[in-house]
């Protein structure tokens, strides 16, 4: 970012990607409106931001919250409730909570002249029939499917970001992302990277969805968060692929994490759930090109990384997140 002093609005700033960009805009010295529900985020996760002057913590959902009285020059919008559990279990606040919250963040930053980064995923691509896949795929989904509350919000949230930039000359972003994974989350994640680590902790069994076969790609939240600041900046309209350009089976990915923690932990297989891909791998091509952006850490570091951070914070070393 530029050496003015801006000031920016990040929705689910509470949540696990949103606290590291909090946490990124006010050490570059910006000014950060953090909103959050605190449905899935955690106000620990930016409890060393508290007594920051330049960090102000707003307890509302985006719905409902009081976005008139804020000012800012730009929106990091990732506020969303994920998670397959709770995608299968509550549908409706799952897809209610995403469109609702993003027509409304839109049609507000359209008024104010506010840019706009939506925050998408892959998740938009499906059960890909393209491989790797690259911004031009379409994706290949089930719309009544059980994944699809999830899936179609984020999915008809591109194409709202794409109405408003029509008829309202909207300033928007979106970034569609891959697996992030690091240090911060919360402890009944239910995501693979910490399901895995906990288990192995505990030298509980790591339990896979089908045959362990299925791949993803796995990107450090680090790297996550350089790619948003600079599609931010770039001022770039088209969705753009963030993540890790290479793909790891997620029985590799827990024969790793058996290795890292020292665990002897078994691996299960249970039966498949809710529709899952069987292969996830970004084209990175256009961040190369138009952000200058690729990720720097390697699955095996990041992972080290995650790990050292769950273990210090299970022994009482962290106070909040750090």
């Given at each position: 970012m530029g050496k003015e002093k801006k000031a920016y609005m990040v929705t689910g700033g509470a949540g696990f990607i949103g606290n590291h960009l909090c946490r990124k805009l006010v050490g570059n010295g910006y000014k950060v409106i953090c909103v959050d529900s605190l449905i899935t985020g955690q106000i620990e996760s930016v409890g060393d931001l508290l007594d920051n002057p330049g960090f102000t913590f707003v307890e509302e959902d985006v719905r409902?919250?009081?976005?008139?009285a804020i000012s800012v020059d730009g929106v990091f919008h990732l506020a969303a409730?994920?998670?397959?559990?709770?995608?299968?279990?509550?549908?409706l606040q799952i897809i209610l909570n995403i469109l609702e919250g993003t027509s409304r963040i839109?049609?507000?930053?359209?008024?104010?002249?506010?840019?706009v980064l939506f925050v998408s995923s892959s998740e938009i691509y499906g059960n890909p029939q393209v491989h790797p896949q690259s911004e031009r795929y379409w994706g290949y989904t089930n719309p009544v499917g059980p994944r699809s509350p999830y899936v179609e919000a984020k999915r008809a949230g591109e194409a709202l970001c794409r109405a408003y930039r029509i008829e309202k000359g909207l300033e928007v972003s979106v970034a569609r992302l891959f697996n992030v994974y690091g240090p911060g989350f919360r402890e009944d994640?239910?995501?693979?990277?910490?399901?895995?680590i906990q288990a192995a902790l505990a030298g509980e069994p790591l339990n896979l969805y089908g045959t362990g076969e299925a791949t993803r790609s796995f990107c450090y939240v680090d790297d996550i968060i350089q790619g948003l600041v600079s599609l931010m900046d770039s001022g770039f309209s088209d969705p753009v692929n963030?993540?890790?350009?290479?793909?790891?089976?997620?029985?590799?990915?827990?024969?790793?994490?058996?290795?890292i923690t020292d665990s002897q932990s078994d691996i299960n297989c249970l039966p498949t759930i809710c529709e899952d891909p069987l292969r996830r791998l970004p084209d990175i091509s256009k961040a190369k090109e138009l952000l200058k952006w690729e990720p720097k850490t390697t699955l095996e570091v990041g992972l080290r990384k995650t790990i050292e951070w769950i273990v210090k914070k299970r022994a009482g070393r962290f106070v909040g997140y750090r």
């Open positions: 409902e919250a009081g976005l008139n409730i994920c998670g397959v559990p709770r995608v299968e279990q509550q549908p839109l049609a507000w930053a359209a008024e104010k002249k506010v840019r994640d239910p995501r693979v990277i910490p399901r895995f963030l993540g890790y350009p290479e793909e790891t089976e997620i029985r590799e990915l827990a024969k790793i994490i058996l290795r």
